[in-house]
């Protein structure tokens, strides 16, 4: 049972920072690829940024220069540095992760930039 269990959540002013982690419960090199999608109320899922096991990274146009992230293979997490954060930024972050050409999504967690 492959499971994704997210943290780091939470409630930033603007002009702040999080940083989200996704930890897998199978090794990383298992994995194609991991990245994050957020949802925010009443607006469709979309891509915020995904990185393969290659190292190749992918951002939405609405976080590049803000948003960084990263993999540490050593503990089969995935990190999305989040800088500079701002009110529409607001919404559930989803970890995602391709294995062995199946899609699995984690829980779910809130953020919200508000002052």
């Known amino acids: 049972q492959v499971q994704l269990v997210e943290s780091g959540g939470g409630l930033v002013q603007p002009g702040g920072s999080l940083r989200l982690s996704c930890a897998a419960s199978v090794s990383i090199f298992s994995i194609n690829t991991m990245g994050w999608y957020r949802q925010a109320p009443g607006k469709q899922r979309e891509l915020v940024a995904t990185v393969t096991i290659g190292g190749s990274r992918n951002y939405a146009d609405s976080v590049k220069g803000r948003f960084t992230i990263s993999i540490d293979n050593a503990k089969n997490t995935v990190y999305l540095q989040m800088d500079r954060l701002k009110p529409e930024d607001t919404a559930v972050y989803y970890c995602?992760?391709?294995?062995?050409?199946?899609?699995?999504w984690g829980q779910g967690t809130q953020v919200t930039v508000s002052s």
């Open positions: 995602h992760a391709v294995i062995r050409g199946h899609d699995y």
